[in-house]
């Protein structure tokens, strides 16, 4: 596990309780039909994030510190981080309030009680991981569980026996049900998730060893971004493959039957391979996946916000202290609202979806900075399937905003 590279870190973050809920959604609601969505994310995410690996190895800094360098006129500079910092903080929050909540329902259904007191349990747990900096070796332990439970879902979409030839025309006819921009939006937001794209940038900056000048530092940089990629790869597919288990299990044990899914049967899709512990099993996968999460988007927030004011991105730092804690804080007083936790869940990445072209449009713009990059900008083909991706998220984004008014 001590080997694991950072892009194990973000398929940790984005394999959370969002992904679980909002795969399952899918499938439920609209069987196979969705299966493109989860495709389309996952070469999105390896295309993005290997953009924000790239930006943290040869400049050195997280995407926060190099859009405030990178942007001259102070009015625009001023709009521009105001605007992240609001993305940022929005996203955050409300990714926050679904891993908590993902997480008070593992603990409800394996000890019962009220998910409001679990939030506060698992609230208090989080700040404690990132308070004594701990938190890396326990996330370790937590990633692996997450990871056991990802593979009875794959085992178990084999043996609930998905309708193969449903789930290749699902790749091939790309097409979004009535009632499903949502759902669409949703699972886009729950793999392509924005805050990954700080957090990998500034993982990816203290991932370099032995770098040199001058005529060594190429190859330096190549055999890093080498690394990257391969390490990028392996892990963002194998969080596409869980999450496509997910959409697939879900609609061979729901929509196949008729079943509509809610908070209180999630877990019937793995009783196939599991019956009666099933439960259990789901609840302790569930728990396991939101902690992580939980720890993970306070993180990701702190470089973040710290990067754009120019403070120190050090864990022990008091600025990254505060900014932690107050996406800790937030996120769960959102969960005392009310809310039904399946649409606080499901919120959480429509969010995430909607403010990912945001985001996505910075990356691009520092990515083809010669002045920042060198040599390492962007080429054609980045820019021609960042751009696209930018396009189609913009599009689903804006058709939804405008369905709503």
Not at 119 to 137: D, E, K, R
Not at 142 to 152: G, K, N
Not at 232 to 247: E, M, N
Not at 325 to 333: E, M, P, T, W
């Amino acid at each position: 596990m001590r080997k694991l590279g950072p892009g194990f870190l973000i398929t940790a973050a984005f394999i959370g309780p969002g992904t679980v809920t909002t795969a399952t959604m899918a499938g439920a609601q609209f069987g196979y039909t969705l299966v493109w969505v989860v495709c389309f994310s996952v070469i999105a995410t390896m295309i993005l994030q290997e953009m924000a690996a790239r930006l943290g190895i040869v400049t050195q800094k997280g995407l926060a510190e190099a859009m405030r360098l990178s942007i001259d006129n102070i009015v625009l500079r001023s709009l521009a981080l105001l605007l992240v910092i609001c993305a940022i903080g929005v996203g955050n929050t409300a990714y926050q309030a679904g891993n908590f909540t993902g997480a008070a329902l593992g603990l409800q259904s394996i000890l019962g009680g009220e998910i409001t007191q679990w939030v506060l349990v698992i609230a208090a747990f989080s700040a404690a991981l990132l308070a004594t900096g701990i938190y890396a070796v326990i996330r370790m332990v937590l990633t692996l569980l997450v990871f056991i439970m990802s593979a009875v879902f794959i085992v178990t979409m084999w043996i609930s026996n998905p309708d193969f030839s449903a789930i290749f025309e699902g790749v091939l006819s790309p097409s979004i049900p009535e009632g499903g921009l949502l759902t669409t939006i949703a699972l886009i937001g729950t793999t392509i998730v924005p805050y990954n794209l700080f957090l990998h940038a500034s993982l990816a900056k203290h991932n370099i060893a032995n770098r040199t000048e001058n005529n060594q530092t190429m190859y330096v940089f190549n055999n890093d971004m080498t690394s990257a990629r391969t390490d990028s790869g392996i892990a963002i597919g194998l969080g596409g493959l869980i999450t496509l288990a997910i959409v697939c299990t879900s609609a061979a044990s729901f929509f196949a039957h008729g079943v509509t899914a809610t908070s209180e049967n999630l877990a019937l899709q793995l009783e196939p391979l599991l019956g009666e512990h099933a439960k259990l099993f789901f609840a302790a996968g569930l728990l396991s996946a939101g902690v992580t999460s939980a720890v993970t988007a306070p993180l990701a927030a702190a470089y973040t916000i710290c990067g754009v004011f120019g403070w120190s991105v050090s864990p022990k730092a008091i600025a990254f202290r505060i900014v932690w804690f107050l996406v800790l804080a937030i996120g769960a007083a959102v969960c005392f609202t009310g809310i039904k936790p399946l649409n606080a869940i499901l919120f959480a990445q429509a969010s995430n979806g909607l403010l990912l072209p945001i985001i996505a449009g910075f990356l691009l713009w520092v990515m083809n900075r010669r002045d920042i990059l060198g040599d390492y900008t962007n080429g054609p083909i980045s820019n021609t399937f960042g751009g696209a991706i930018v396009v189609l998220v913009s599009a689903l984004g804006i058709y939804k905003l405008v369905s709503i008014f």
